[in-house]
């Protein structure tokens, strides 16, 4: 039910079919640590299953050099460590992230924002092809309080019953 998901999970399966290097941007509370690790941990199974070797990292944010959320500064240390990233996944951040998004896609990266929290009020999201979170306006997901943990589990849940589904519960064990 949630906005994007089909978009998400087809995105997600394209990527690790072409071996694309993927970098999960987190946040640096307990949901953010979480998500990071569940969607982390998701993608590499995911990669693992269908006989892909992807490389897939992380970041965390310093919670005092770095700040909340993706910004410019924190795009030029991903590349700066990562520098073929393709494809950036946020989880539990990016919903306002308006000037990191345009900075990432001016220099090459694709940014999927994974989120929970609240867009801004007039409805405005980040350019952006894919954004799954339950708060946005558009969105019809019928509880808005999940956090962005539960987002990246419902997403790998229908990733897993659309392409692995005889192995859907190892995709359930990551609650």
Known sequence: DLHDMDR???RIRTAIENYEQILIYGDYDADGVFSTSTLIRSLRL????LGKKSKITYQIPHRFDDGYGLSKKVIDKV???NPK???IITCDNGIVAF???QYAKMKGIEVIITDHHKAKEDGSLPETDII???NRIDDQY???GISGSVVVF???LEFAKRYLPENYDDFKAFV
């Open 132 to 134: 799954v979170n339950p």
């Open 8 to 10: 998400a999970v087809e």
């Open 142 to 144: 019928p509880f808005k």
């Open 79 to 81: 590349i700066a460590r």
């Open 46 to 49: 995911a990669a693992k299953l």
């Open 85 to 87: 990233v393709e494809t």
């Open 154 to 156: 419902k997403l790998f």
């Open 99 to 101: 000037e990191a998004v």
